[in-house]
């Protein structure tokens, strides 16, 4: 068995690559290491990998690299496109650079499938930003978060598209094509629509893996800035159960094949950005300094992922709880703190 991981040296993808070496497969990285820690987790499976693994150094922008890597290594049975320009706030300062990565980066890896490996199982995953702000929904407010007044189990698939911001535009139409290529070309696709993902190995940064962040600079003793009131709420996914979700949909390709789903920690597993900030000292020993901003174009004040569909279909479930992922995420940043402090440009 055979699987190209795009993005296979970011946060996501190098514990998919372990995760699939550790059951046997070939796998096939791809990765222009653009993200801070790519390098650091590169060294990482090269160091637990076996001759199964392969690493090709390359942006998934160009379409004939990318031909170049599916004519190679094909045929594939899996492959998980991970590559992406991930934070709002850097599309809305560079929408094109955004949109190559996103939407033609996701075109380019689609052609290559239906060019040289289309019996080859494709998941993508997307972001729940492709539904906007979610202004429409009725919303409370309380003393240290936000939650949905008629949505207990949260968003579910059926939610409008609602393209809010440059990142919301080229993460949604590369959404679009993936499941439109199941549909017209007869691809096996599915698209996750993923909430807050979280865990070892998230070299956080402002604009992106806010969770790792926050608890990395209380390590470092350096300020964050909180964008909105800090009430905001998301459901948060270990990256973990993450990894189990994506080998349950694979397994059940027959089921799982064309549809998307919304893939997060789910109603149980809620936190917003104060009851983070509280929390803190507890994980850290040290306290969060903290400022407020303006809030970001297109934030949501609350996201929770209704995870029902995809449980029906292959009886996948969160099984890390956030106070469980938090202590192993502070952990590691704890151990880690020298090559953390190397990536970000701090002296030791």
């Not at 080859?120 to 906007?132: C, D, P, Q, R, W």
């Not at 409370?140 to 059926?158: C, V």
């Not at 998307?260 to 983070?276: F, W």
């Not at 809030?295 to 004040?301: A, E, F, L």
């Given at each position: 068995?055979?699987a190209?991981?795009?993005?296979?040296?970011?946060?996501?993808?190098?514990?998919?690559a372990?995760?699939?070496?550790?059951?046997?497969?070939?796998?096939?990285g791809?990765?222009?290491?653009?993200?801070?820690?790519?390098?650091?987790?590169?060294?990482?499976?090269?160091?637990i990998?076996?001759?199964?693994?392969?690493?090709?150094?390359?942006?998934?922008?160009?379409?004939?690299?990318?031909?170049?890597l599916?004519?190679r290594h094909?045929?594939?049975q899996?492959?998980?496109?991970?590559?992406?320009?991930?934070?709002?706030?850097?599309?809305?300062?560079?929408?094109?650079?955004?949109?190559?990565?996103?939407?033609?980066?996701?075109l380019n890896?689609?052609?290559?499938?239906?060019?040289?490996?289309?019996s080859?199982?494709?998941?993508?995953?997307?972001?729940?930003?492709?539904?906007?702000g979610?202004?429409?929904?009725?919303m409370?407010?309380?003393?240290?978060?936000?939650?949905?007044?008629?949505?207990?189990?949260?968003?579910?698939?059926?939610q409008?598209?609602?393209?809010?911001?440059?990142y919301?535009?080229?993460?949604?139409?590369?959404?679009?094509?993936?499941?439109?290529?199941?549909?017209?070309?007869?691809?096996?696709?599915?698209?996750?629509?993923?909430?807050?993902?979280?865990?070892?190995?998230?070299?956080?940064?402002?604009d992106q893996?806010?969770v790792?962040?926050?608890?990395?600079?209380?390590?470092?003793?350096r300020?964050?800035?909180?964008?909105?009131?800090?009430?905001?709420?998301?459901?948060?996914?270990?990256?973990g159960?993450?990894?189990?979700?994506?080998?349950?949909?694979?397994?059940?390709?027959?089921?799982?094949?064309?549809k998307?789903?919304?893939?997060?920690?789910?109603?149980?597993?809620?936190?917003?950005?104060?009851?983070?900030i509280?929390?803190?000292?507890?994980?850290?020993?040290?306290?969060?300094?903290?400022?407020?901003?303006d809030?970001?174009?297109?934030?949501?004040?609350?996201?929770?992922?209704?995870?029902?569909?995809?449980?029906?279909?292959?009886?996948?479930?969160?099984?890390?709880?956030?106070?469980?992922?938090?202590?192993?995420?502070?952990?590691?940043?704890?151990?880690?703190?020298?090559?953390?402090?190397?990536i970000?440009?701090i002296?030791?």
């Open positions: 068995m055979k190209i991981i795009t993005g296979a040296a970011g946060f996501i993808g190098c514990h998919l372990s995760r699939l070496l550790r059951d046997g497969w070939e796998v096939v791809i990765d222009n290491l653009s993200r801070p820690g790519s390098a650091l987790n590169l060294q990482w499976l090269h160091e990998g076996t001759e199964r693994w392969f690493f090709d150094y390359g942006d998934v922008r160009g379409s004939h690299e990318v031909d170049l599916f004519e094909s045929p594939v899996l492959v998980v496109h991970l590559a992406a320009q991930v934070a709002v706030t850097t599309s809305v300062m560079n929408p094109r650079s955004d949109f190559e990565i996103n939407a033609f980066g996701t890896v689609l052609e290559a499938i239906r060019k040289y490996s289309p080859a199982y494709l998941i993508f995953a997307s972001t729940n930003k492709v539904y906007g979610l202004e429409s929904i009725a409370e407010e309380r003393s240290e978060r936000y939650q949905f007044s008629m949505l207990p189990a949260g968003i579910s698939e059926d409008k598209l609602d393209f809010h911001s440059p919301g535009c080229s993460k949604g139409a590369a959404d679009q094509y993936v499941r439109d290529y199941s549909r017209i070309y007869g691809l096996k696709t599915c698209v996750c629509r993923q909430s807050c993902i979280y865990g070892t190995r998230q070299f956080g940064v402002e893996g806010w790792a962040w926050f608890i990395i600079a209380a390590l470092l003793g300020p964050v800035m909180v964008y909105g009131d800090g009430k905001q709420v998301r459901d948060l996914l270990y990256v159960d993450l990894i189990e979700a994506f080998v349950g949909i694979y397994k059940a390709d027959d089921r799982t094949s064309g998307i789903y919304n893939l997060g920690g789910g109603a149980s597993n809620t936190l917003s950005v104060k009851e983070l509280g929390s803190i000292p507890k994980l850290t020993g040290k306290k969060l300094d903290w400022a407020s901003a809030w970001r174009p297109g934030d949501q004040k609350a996201y929770v992922s209704d995870i029902w569909r995809l449980r029906d279909d292959i009886g996948w479930q969160p099984t890390i709880t956030v106070n469980e992922g938090l202590e192993y995420l502070t952990d590691w940043a704890k151990n880690n703190l020298d090559h953390i402090k190397h970000i440009g002296r030791a």
